[in-house]
């Protein structure tokens, strides 16, 4: 029987569990999916063992995101270039190999809820520049972006990520955040702004062309503030949840052999 799961700390709040659930029990799959919590110091330890229990791979969630890198044998261009990684697979021959889906689940909610949305339509427009920013910075560049402006709170994150990312990049003072969105064909909020119990989101929104589409990382709430005033101004919206679902699919498809759909009944295994 394959096992897999998630590991971090705190692990509780993960929907992982739930969406790998039903997903096995959708296929007729006879695997496991199980939360778990691991502190920073038993890591490596844990990542040891697991092979020799069953497991064929993990999801990986904060704080080991990054730690993960120097402790896999075999690293994905993307997983290093984006500095994390969220899915290991076990090898048959005891290798380790981690990846970084995050990016390719946010273009693949991106291409399913807003279709027409096209990379090279024009700027793309990143709010924040922490390690969710990363990844979603390091696939719409992928896509053929050929403009990324970005703008954080902490003006050396961006610059870090132009520094790495290179010239398509161009950094915003957080003070131009809302004129950064002037002329831009793609617009994400990457920050924790506007979340459940965390601080509201208060950039102004009246240059955001009604052209543009507008996606969230925050999904809690599903309309977040950002999303309702992108809404306002005409713009095509994307909710941050699908981003969740679609990152889960190519770990699913290694560990179990299924590559499983991200449909409704996806959706609502979450809710
Ligand atoms: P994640 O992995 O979710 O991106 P993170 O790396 O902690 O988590 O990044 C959080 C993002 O939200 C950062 O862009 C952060 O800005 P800083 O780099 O300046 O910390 C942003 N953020 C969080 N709280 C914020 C606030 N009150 N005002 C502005 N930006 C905030």
Same mark, same amino acid.
């Given at each position: 029987?394959?096992?897999?799961?998630?590991?971090?700390?705190?692990?509780?709040?993960?929907?992982?569990?739930?969406?790998?659930?039903?997903?096995?029990?959708?296929?007729?799959?006879?695997?496991?999916?199980?939360?778990?919590?691991?502190?920073?110091?038993?890591?490596?330890?844990?990542?040891?063992?697991?092979?020799?229990?069953?497991?064929?791979?993990?999801?990986?969630?904060?704080?080991?995101?990054?730690?993960?890198?120097?402790?896999?044998?075999?690293?994905?261009?993307?997983?290093?270039?984006?500095?994390?990684?969220?899915?290991?697979?076990?090898?048959?021959?005891?290798?380790?190999?981690?990846?970084?889906?995050?990016?390719?689940?946010?273009?693949?909610?991106?291409?399913?809820?807003?279709?027409?949305?096209?990379?090279?339509?024009?700027?793309? +427009?990143?709010?924040?520049?922490? *390690? =969710? !920013?990363? #990844? $979603?910075? @390091?696939?719409? %560049?992928?896509?053929?972006?050929?403009?990324?402006?970005?703008?954080?709170?902490?003006?050396?994150?961006?610059?870090?990520?132009?520094?790495?990312?290179?010239?398509?990049?161009?950094?915003?003072?957080?003070?131009? +955040?809302?004129?950064?969105?002037? *002329? =831009? !064909?793609? #617009? $994400?909020? @990457?920050?924790? %702004?506007?979340?459940?119990?965390?601080?509201?989101?208060?950039?102004?929104?009246?240059?955001?062309?009604?052209?543009?589409?507008?996606?969230?990382?925050?999904?809690?709430?599903?309309?977040?503030?950002?999303?309702?005033?992108?809404?306002?101004?005409?713009?095509?919206?994307?909710?941050?949840?699908?981003?969740? %679902?679609?990152?889960?699919?190519?770990?699913?498809?290694?560990?179990?052999?299924?590559?499983?759909?991200?449909?409704?009944?996806?959706?609502?295994?979450?809710?």
């Amino acid at each position: 029987v394959p096992l897999s799961g998630v590991i971090g700390m705190p692990i509780g709040h993960s929907k992982s569990p739930r969406l790998h659930g039903h997903w096995l029990k959708h296929y007729g799959i006879n695997g496991h999916y199980v939360p778990m919590s691991v502190m920073p110091e038993h890591l490596a330890e844990v990542l040891r063992v697991l092979p020799f229990a069953g497991f064929v791979g993990l999801n990986v969630t904060i704080p080991h995101k990054e730690a993960v890198l120097t402790l896999a044998d075999v690293v994905t261009d993307r997983a290093a270039l984006i500095g994390a990684a969220n899915t290991l697979i076990f090898r048959p021959d005891g290798k380790i190999h981690a990846d970084n889906t995050d990016g390719y689940g946010f273009i693949a909610n991106l291409r399913q809820y807003a279709p027409d949305w096209q990379a090279d339509a024009g700027p793309a +427009a990143v709010i924040g520049a922490g *390690g =969710a !920013a990363r #990844a $979603v910075v @390091a696939s719409l %560049l992928d896509s053929g972006v050929h403009e990324l402006r970005i703008t954080n709170r902490t003006r050396l994150r961006a610059e870090q990520i132009k520094g790495e990312f290179g010239a398509r990049v161009v950094v915003y003072d957080w003070a131009q +955040a809302g004129n950064m969105l002037d *002329g =831009a !064909a793609t #617009a $994400v909020n @990457a920050t924790s %702004l506007g979340m459940t119990g965390k601080q509201p989101f208060r950039i102004p929104l009246d240059a955001l062309s009604p052209d543009a589409v507008a996606t969230d990382l925050v999904y809690t709430p599903l309309m977040t503030p950002f999303l309702e005033g992108a809404q306002q101004r005409g713009c095509r919206i994307v909710d941050g949840l699908g981003m969740l %679902l679609h990152q889960a699919a190519p770990g699913f498809e290694r560990w179990f052999g299924q590559r499983p759909e991200v449909d409704e009944a996806a959706r609502a295994a979450v809710l």
